[in-house]
């Protein structure tokens, strides 16, 4: 048997940077076309959910523009201190929602963790100008924080299941 180690490779040039976030963003226009979710329903929430969620929500969005835009420059950097500021207003904001596991932390909270340690690791490897690292956090921290931990907001009995799907 032969060592083939895995190798993650760009996308074909056929397929533009803005190409994945354009897809994305008409799906959620599809979704919420389609289903109607019910936006009021995040206005009966604690201000603290609503913080977090409009922090959430704006991450992604400059995440997604950040990913996709030429790094290093003037508005990578503003940018880039923007989303840390969401990032962590996220992740702390969230240490005060309970609810999904009685009064306690959820598995979800790990991803709160993770975020209070490696946005400012992040923002220290850029500083330090170690690109390599700064992007590996970074790219990490969106893909886990905002994707993934996104993700189970919209499992059964989570506000935002109930805001799209209305159970």
Known sequence: MTDQSFKLTALPPSVGRWTIPVVVGLAV??????????????????????????????????????????????????????????????????????????????FIHIFSGMTLVMAPLGVLAARKHNVKAHRQRMTSLFYGAVVVAGAFTFLPGRIMYQVFFGH
């Open 29 to 106: 226009a599809v979704a919420i076309i389609l289903l109607r979710p019910d936006f009021s329903l995040i206005l009966k929430q604690p201000l603290v959910i609503q913080i977090h969620l409009l922090a959430a929500v704006a991450g992604f969005g400059l995440g997604v523009v950040l990913l996709n835009s030429r790094k290093g420059r003037t508005f990578h950097r503003i940018a880039g201190w923007v989303w840390v500021v969401f990032m962590m207003t996220v992740a702390l904001s969230s240490l005060f929602i309970v609810g999904l596991n009685g009064n306690y932390w959820s």
